[in-house]
């Protein structure tokens, strides 16, 4: 079974100040996909990124940043220079490539940035 | 391009009956998934729908059905309401293909109120 760890259920930040967000997973599968999805209060997730697994390399875009470590199985979000646009509550989640494409969520850290 | 549309947004039953909720995939998506939101927790998987079929289940009750139209929108049926089936419930479309693995895009939700 795969499973998705957020352990930060919630973090406060100063506007500009950069953050992070952890996620750490398990699966017993060597191809997977993984994904980090934003949630603003109206309730739809909004896609930010999908990994592959045989695919390492780090990811910037603009103030996001994205770093993936299969030895750690950990796929870590970074917001530079925090905006207030930027609260929500942030999901990381795993898919199988094989099979249904079921997402497995983590449980979410709520972010807030304080002007 | 029309993105994921969900009806109602907002609903309200007693324990014991019964509810249909509606999703449209965006245009050209032939596979549709459900998930059920709890408050404060991440969304989990109901079920998935491709080409009319059920391609997938997650670990609900058979209380929990669907359907999927041959314009490949979709309907999520629950029986015999419970109280903990209170959740928002996404649905999430994916377009058809190998490009289209494991890219889901989600609509805004339908928040079930059960008392």
């Known amino acids: 079974a795969q499973k998705v760890t957020q352990a930060q259920t919630e973090i406060s930040v100063v506007e500009k100040e950069d953050v992070t967000l952890d996620c750490v997973y398990e699966t017993r599968d060597t191809t997977y996909y993984l994904f980090w999805y934003k949630q603003p209060p109206s309730g739809e997730l909004v896609f930010l990124i999908r990994r592959n697994s045989f695919d390492e390399q780090n990811e910037i875009s603009g103030r996001y940043s994205w770093n993936f470590q299969k030895s750690t199985s950990s796929f870590n979000f970074t917001i530079t220079a925090s905006q207030v646009v930027d609260s929500a509550v942030y999901f990381c989640?795993?898919?199988?490539?094989?099979?249904?494409?079921?997402?497995?969520f983590g449980q979410g850290t709520r972010l807030t940035i304080n002007p | 391009e029309t993105g994921v549309t969900q009806s109602p947004t907002h609903l309200i039953k007693t324990r014991g009956q019964q509810v249909t909720l509606r999703c449209s995939s965006q245009s050209g998506h032939n596979t549709v998934s459900w998930y059920q939101q709890a408050l404060g927790q991440g969304p989990q998987f109901i079920f998935q729908?491709?080409?009319?079929?059920?391609?997938g289940r997650g670990n609900f009750p058979p209380r929990f059905s669907g359907l999927q139209f041959p314009n490949y929108s979709s309907e999520l049926n629950v029986n015999a309401l419970e109280l903990d089936d209170s959740a928002l419930y996404l649905c999430?479309?994916?377009?058809?293909?190998?490009?289209?693995?494991?890219?889901?895009?989600f609509g805004p939700g339908t928040r079930l109120t059960v008392l």
């Open positions: 989640a795993l898919s199988l490539i094989q099979g249904a494409q079921k997402l497995v």
């Open positions: 999430a479309s994916s377009p058809p293909g190998l490009a289209g693995l494991n890219e889901q895009f």
């Open positions: 729908y491709y080409r009319e079929e059920e391609n």
